[in-house]
């Protein structure tokens, strides 16, 4: 009798560490399921916002994304400056994916239409420089001990001096811009596009661990080892401005699964002649699930969806605010006919932006004086040091298109959050007065080009899984629905959204 009794607690014992060691292993073990359920929830009132993920799908696909995605085809948005170089500030950056696929092409300056030399940025006093002027002791009147000036700094000075420059330029700024640095180089984005380049492993997961458990805003630490995102249902613990932040970078980290998912490598060579030579590249359902099915992300997935559609109407919020500042910009690349089609572009879209009826509200965020100003500070700092976890990527191309679509969401943030742009709306006239030296420019054209292609990499994820939500309802192979949206925008059924990336190990960048 006592061994039975031994045997039946032996048994319960078994089960219970079963169970809760399937807790923390079910993102591995659980196989993707053969139905709708990634998108089950993605319906209805979106959170933190009056808008809801039906009226943001049919407002994407149907009037957004057709524009969009023609609007940066544009010589103006195709050539992006950045500078791939840079050591990784946080760690030793000890994997540099060797694949093919990461790799990039860089372009010249001289194959960049409209490119022009420093003295872009020239300021008017700049032209009364030593070299342009006569000398003064050609001047009878002139006594150069009287005259003197002594312009002598000590290092000590020159050092704190370049303290206060930074200092007052990150006031305003959400990420750090590169583009002026010596090994920035200038690449053609079309023919860079983001897909899956195969980078994965102990680095790529390092880079979004690092991005939520250090620099992203925390209820309380998440019971799952092995799971570094916060639970959706500890959001509600956390005040108006921190949830905006995670679910911005959450709704980032999906958009960028999404790509992945959509462009992904089916085959190293195609299945006859005809084949691309750089392979097959088309939807991959089945990684697609494995991010975001809820069986496989503890039912995260449909939230992560949901983010994206929130991080899409906050940048698409931030178009709208600077709007009449970017109608009055000269996109200029040299050639006229272009560039009046892309400001005729632009000055279309726009349009159709201001007619959304439910845009994001900043307004509601960082009220209560002091405390609201240094929740605001932090706020900036931790995207900040987003943007520079962004150099640690060891694959070049997902670098790229990370550092883009980071600095993209960053300049939408100063937009909504830094003090130069809050009297634009409120005064109409200032946002028609064009500005013509770049040293009062509210943007820099770095920051302009990486605005619209990450706003246009968001509304690309929207559409896509409309392709994907008709794969699994269709039940049928990735290579016979990859042409569903050749027909353009007809029948379009609304989608959802969700947040982040999917499953446990964030293969953000595989």
Known sequence: MASKNCCVMFMIFTVAIVQAVSYDTELFETAPCDSNACFDALHGALGDCSCNVDTIDYFNNVKIFPRIQSLVSKDYFRFYKVNLKKECPFWADDSRCAMKHCHIKTCSKDSVPGYVDEH???????????????????????????????????????????????????????????????????????????????????????????????????????????????????????????????RAISGLHSSINIHLCSNYLLSEKGVDFAAPPEGEWGPNLEEFQRRFDPSQTHNEGPNWLKNLYFVYLLEMRALSKAGPYLETEEYFTGNPTEDDETRAAISNMLSV??????????????????????????????????????????????????????????????????????????????GTLPVRHKANKRLQRTEIVALFNAFARLSNSIRQLENFRIMLSANKEPEVKRNVFEGGGANIRSTKEQCSSGGDKPRIWS
């Open 120 to 246: 872009e940025n020239e300021r008017p006093a700049e032209k009364y420089t030593k070299i342009d002027q006569t000398a003064c002791s050609t001047d009878e009147d002139h006594d150069p001990d009287l005259g003197y000036l002594n312009m002598t700094i000590s290092a000590a000075s020159q050092y704190e001096i370049a303290k206060w420059n930074a200092h007052d330029s990150a006031l305003e700024n959400f990420c750090e811009c590169d583009d002026k640095d010596v090994e920035a180089e200038y690449v053609d984005l079309s023919l860079n596009p983001e897909r899956y380049t195969g980078y994965k492993g102990p680095s790529a997961h390092r880079i979004w661990r690092s991005i939520y458990q250090e620099n992203c805003f925390r209820p309380k630490l998440n019971p799952y080892e092995s799971f570094p995102y916060v639970l959706s249902s500890d959001l509600s613990n956390m005040c108006l401005e921190k949830r905006v932040f995670y």
């Open 353 to 430: 932006i201001y007619s959304f009826p439910d845009h994001f509200n900043e307004s509601a965020m960082f009220n209560g004086g002091s405390q609201a100003a240094k929740l605001k500070n932090e706020f900036r700092e931790h995207f900040w040091n987003i943007s520079r976890i962004m150099d640690c990527v060891g694959c070049d191309k997902c670098k790229l298109w990370g550092k883009l679509q980071t600095q993209g969401l960053g300049t939408a943030l100063k937009i909504l959050f830094s003090s130069q742009w809050d009297s634009l709306e409120a005064d109409p006239e200032q």
